[in-house]
């Protein structure tokens, strides 16, 4: 199997598995999706769906935000893990959206990741999801199976990245990324897969990999 036709099997596999592709986190617009992202940071999309709820209702603007204490809002993020950074980073982005864009999360790479507590993946997913510009935001899943379907060299999350837009076409982009991950949280977690669930690496993948899921 080609490259190429690698590529085409998984975009075909994924489509039938997920053609519906619900954002993660629960938001109801750019800022709140923003802070949840930020939250999601070495914590799972489950348990920041458990804590923002508290948390958006104490303050889902900027302004209501920076009305709290850093105290505050890391007492109800606690769950997430790095409270104390991630509670810092929520209050001074507020400030700054206020200050420098009228409360309005700015619409390009370079800005979202000026904020405290944004870095590239963060805002590949505020403008993937927020505003619907092609990126390929890399988690730990897609940087598994990237690897394991010999698509990338495992070398680091930029590579994968890089790999992963040269390889999938940039209109896919937005629903693909989500598909992985959807594709590695059901059948292909780090640890516990076999062939038998994760039947796109038996298929495609690099043979060290596919010795590993036997």
Request: net charge positive; with cysteine.
């Amino acid at each position: 199997m080609t490259k190429q036709e690698k590529v085409k099997y998984i975009i075909d596999e994924l489509e039938k598995l997920y053609p519906e592709t619900p954002i993660p986190l629960d938001h109801t617009d750019e800022y709140t999706l923003l802070i949840a992202v930020l939250l999601s940071a070495q914590c799972t999309d489950v348990r920041v769906n458990k804590v923002t709820p508290a948390l958006f209702k104490m303050a889902n603007t900027p302004s209501e935000m920076i009305k709290h204490t850093t105290e505050e809002i890391k007492e109800i993020i606690r769950p997430c893990g790095l409270s104390p950074r991630k509670s810092k980073a929520i209050y001074d982005l507020s400030h700054i959206l206020l200050d420098k864009y009228n409360g309005i999360v700015p619409k390009s790479f370079e800005q979202l990741e000026e904020l405290p507590g944004v870095g590239h993946k963060t805002a590949s997913v505020v403008m993937s999801q927020a505003f619907g510009v092609p990126a390929f935001p890399v988690d730990t899943h897609i940087h598994r199976l990237m690897y394991r379907w010999n698509l990338t060299n495992g070398k680091n999350v930029d590579q994968t990245e890089k790999d992963a837009k040269r390889l999938f076409p940039r209109e896919i982009w937005n629903k693909l990324h989500l598909q992985i991950i959807f594709y590695g949280r059901e059948y292909s977690p780090a640890r516990g897969a076999s062939i038998k669930t994760d039947y796109i690496t038996a298929s495609v993948g690099r043979k060290s990999e596919i010795k590993k899921l036997k």
